[in-house]
């Protein structure tokens, strides 16, 4: 069982991870810090997220994207990104478990981790 070590700095980081439904990026962590009164440094925030990710507090999402976002459900699901205005939801529908032995047989690999990424345009953007 691994020790947590939440400083001050990583207590907040993570909240204002838990209480963001938007995947933020760390820039948006940082944003959110100051409207809370919070002035961390860059490195500081990057590298608590770094180890919220680590220890398994929150998930660190690459969704094709040049940056990073951030996730607290941790539970296994997918994602879709809007191709227009690059909001990410979270799908819930859980993988076929035939899809997965399929793409494990095609490729010789063992799966340990599955996680898809969904693109496509969200509603509002549909809209306009």
Not at 12 to 34: F, K, M, N
Not at 48 to 69: M, N, Q, T
């Amino acid at each position: 069982m691994v020790k947590l070590n939440l400083t001050i700095q990583r207590k907040a980081i993570y909240e204002v991870v838990q209480g963001s439904h938007d995947h933020p990026t760390a820039a948006d962590v940082i944003e959110r810090l100051r409207s809370k009164g919070f002035n961390f440094a860059y490195g500081t925030v990057y590298n608590s997220l770094r180890y919220l990710a680590d220890v398994g507090l929150i998930r660190e999402l690459k969704l094709g994207e040049a940056v990073s976002r951030y996730d607290a459900r941790t539970e296994d699901h997918q994602h879709i990104v809007c191709t227009k205005c690059g909001r990410v939801g979270e799908v819930l529908t859980e993988l076929p478990a035939s899809w997965v032995s399929t793409v494990a047989d095609e490729t010789k690999f063992v799966i340990e981790h599955a996680h898809v990424v969904l693109e496509g345009v969200c509603e509002t953007c549909a809209k306009s």
